[in-house]
T-cell receptor
Framework: GAGVSQTPSNKVTEKGKYVELRCDPISGHTALYWYRQSLGQGPEFLIYFQGTGAADDSGLPNDRFFAVRPEGSVSTLKIQRTERGDSAVYLC????????????FGPGTRLTVL | AQTVTQSQPEMSVQEAETVTLSCTYDTSENNYYLFWYKQPPSRQMILVIRQEAYKQQNATENRFSVNFQKAAKSFSLKISDSQLGDTAMYFCAFTQGGSEKLVFGKGMKLTVNP
């Protein structure tokens, strides 16, 4: 498929566990974004990559959250010591151009922390 | 801080009618971009329409058009000839020149009835 893909689509974990969420952007898109969407809210920005580097990580809520994009394509969002408040849909997006090119979103990963 | 406000949590409209979704935003910047995104139950965010703040002309995309009032910091979306497939959550979003992160409103649930 040509769109942004995210795996897994759903993830259930226990409080205190470590999780990894994966995002495959559209081929050729250099910019990649992570957002978090809590129930009944709009998405909130977490981090933005331009190529391999994090250009803006101001939205990461604390040091339990970390994201990488080692080869400038696939990205992984890592959450350590998960808490129940981390339960949300995690959305990934990519764009071809900056500034403010259209961001194409994936279907998201629904994370549930029990 | 930049904020986006969608004051109507929910609206419904009959098929083929016209509906207007409201959005206001707050920024001290002069260079920014405004967006309307649609999120159907599948969770995938889809860009509906985009407006550059420096453009006075209102953007249009087929049945979708905006009323951009820069001085009032208002950015409403008009959907003409509503279709059942327009049923979704609609999010107003904003990104400021020099920053790639989208700031979203809380969203509005639109239901188109047959």
């Amino acid at each position: 498929g040509a769109g942004v893909s995210q795996t897994p689509s759903n993830k259930v974990t226990e409080k205190g566990k470590y999780v990894e969420l994966r995002c495959d952007p559209i081929s050729g898109h250099t910019a990649l974004y992570w957002y978090r969407q809590s129930l009944g809210q709009g998405p909130e920005f977490l981090i933005y990559f331009q190529g391999t580097g994090a250009a803006d990580d101001s939205g990461l809520p604390n040091d339990r959250f970390f994201a990488v994009r080692p080869e400038g394509s696939v990205s992984t969002l890592k959450i350590q010591r998960t808490e129940r408040g981390d339960s949300a849909v995690y959305l990934c997006a990519s764009s071809l151009t900056v500034p403010s090119g259209e961001q194409f979103f994936g279907p998201g990963t629904r994370l549930t922390v029990l | 801080a930049q904020t986006v406000t969608q004051s109507q949590p929910e609206m419904s409209v009959q098929e083929a009618e016209t509906v207007t979704l409201s959005c206001t935003y707050d920024t001290s910047e002069n260079n920014y971009y405004l967006f309307w995104y649609k999120q159907p139950p599948s969770r995938q965010m889809i860009l509906v329409i985009r407006q550059e703040a420096y453009k006075q002309q209102n953007a249009t995309e087929n049945r979708f058009s905006v009323n951009f009032q820069k001085a009032a910091k208002s950015f409403s979306l008009k959907i003409s000839d509503s279709q059942l497939g327009d049923t979704a959550m609609y999010f107003c979003a904003f990104t400021q020149g020099g920053s790639e992160k989208l700031v979203f409103g809380k969203g509005m649930k639109l239901t188109v009835n047959p």
